[in-house]
């Protein structure tokens, strides 16, 4: 059997299940606090989704500030050679935000349960209610710019032949027809892929199988470098972690996103 940090970044409930109570593991929830306390996979530690948001207009998709994030990884007991499992109840959305987070914080070692835990449920595998003993630490950690493409990055970049900007929102939203800011549309050149067309609801909401063919189909391949969005960077959460599970090697979130790049009076939008 394959360690846990051997894994492919997209692991299976079988898989998990397997590696439960390895003392390398963090187990992340990211659905909701009384989703959690329902039933949650056995081990697992709640973190309430907008605690990885800045949560400030006009951008409140960004990061949290530093010590913000030292205090979260540190009530999950963060540590450089823990590997993190992570799963929401809504097909990727928050899970995936939330292995951004890790890239920002220059941690590599970890997984996303295929499905959540939807996928958990859908195969009738256990559930506690227990919480696991609370942690105390404030880990020192380092934040790396790489993985997240700034509004002026984004800016520089329109119009470059290897740029590819996913814009996971709805069409109405990218049309401009649905506005969630003070102007609609969408950054010029954006290709749009809703999240959840990305999602299997036939397979609790697995990625896809046929995902990477769908993305070629639309420009959103591999040799661009793919910079993904939507109004708060959740929903592009999901979109950033399917990019990083095919491979794809220059990937980055806009986590300003539409929030940002919408309410500002000159950046460029077409509609």
């Known amino acids: ?21 390895d003392p390398a593991l963090i187990l992340v929830d990211l659905t909701n606090a009384a989703r959690y306390a329902e039933g949650h996979i056995p081990g697992a530690r709640f ?27 540190g009530a999950l007991g963060h540590r450089p050679e823990a590997t993190y499992v992570v799963y929401d109840d809504e097909g990727g959305g928050w899970a995936g935000r939330f292995i951004w987070l890790l890239d ?22 256990p559930l506690e209610q227990s919480v696991p003993p609370g942690v105390n630490g404030m880990p020192a950690l380092t934040l790396d710019d790489a993985p997240t493409a700034s509004r002026d990055y984004l800016q520089s970049r329109l119009g470059a032949a290897d740029l590819a900007i996913w814009d996971a929102r709805s069409p109405e939203e990218y049309r401009g027809e649905k506005l969630l800011a003070a102007r609609g549309g969408h950054i010029p050149g954006a290709i749009n892929f809703e999240w959840t067309a990305g999602m299997d609801p036939q397979r609790a909401l697995r990625i896809r199988a046929d995902i990477a063919d769908q993305l ?19 929903r592009s959460g999901f979109t950033y972690l399917v990019a990083k599970a095919l491979g794809y090697p220059r ?16 950046t460029p939008i077409e509609q």
């Open 1 to 21: 059997m394959p360690t846990l940090a051997e894994l492919p970044l997209v692991i299976e409930p079988a898989d998990l299940l397997a590696h439960l109570g």
């Open 47 to 73: 973190v309430e989704p907008k605690q990885t948001q800045l949560g400030q207009p006009p951008a409140p998709g960004l990061a949290p500030p530093l010590e913000k994030l030292q205090a979260l990884f």
């Open 104 to 125: 920002v914080i220059g941690h590599r070692r970890y997984h996303y349960l295929n499905g959540g835990l939807q996928a958990w449920l859908a195969e009738a595998l």
């Open 216 to 234: 070629t189909a639309l420009g959103l391949t591999p040799d661009k470098e793919i910079i993904t969005h939507c109004q708060t960077h959740r």
């Open 251 to 266: 990937v980055k979130a806009y986590a300003g996103s539409w929030g940002e790049w919408g309410n500002m009076p000159d």
